[in-house]
């Protein structure tokens, strides 16, 4: 069993800065793909980014594309979310996922996604 516990959210005004830490229990859990999901009250999760095992690969969604940075200490067995120029509608809890099966490109999907950490609140005031 892994356990995801993911650090760092707080409140921050617009155009300010944070960066989320999401640390994995488990010595397997350094070979898994990761993402960043977040859910704003009254709606879906929705993807952040992900990065691939080897941190080679990395996605991100449209919205987020050039303001944050996903990457990975294997050794520490931690992900990283660096978020930068952050707007109100970043606001949302944000979850760390972990893919357990994944051995390529990470995906988008949060059906892939076989554990969760319990997410960390963002919000970012005007």
């Known amino acids: 069993q892994v356990q995801l516990v993911e650090s760092g959210g707080g409140l921050v005004e617009a155009g300010g800065s944070l960066r989320l830490s999401c640390t994995a229990s488990?010595?397997?859990?350094?070979?898994?793909?990761m993402g960043w999901f977040r859910q704003a009250p009254g709606k879906e999760r929705e993807f952040v980014a992900a990065?691939?095992?080897?941190?080679?690969?990395?996605y991100y969604a449209d919205s987020v594309k050039g303001r944050f940075t996903i990457s990975r200490d294997n050794a520490k067995i931690t992900v990283y979310l660096q978020m930068n120029s952050l707007k109100p509608e970043d606001t949302a809890v944000y979850y760390c996922a972990a893919d357990r099966d994944n051995i390529g490109a990470p995906t988008t999907s949060t059906k892939a996604y076989d554990y969760w950490g319990r997410g960390t609140q963002v919000t970012v005031s005007s």
């Open positions: 990065i691939s095992r080897s941190g080679f690969i990395t």
């Open positions: 488990g010595r397997a859990s350094s070979g898994y793909a």
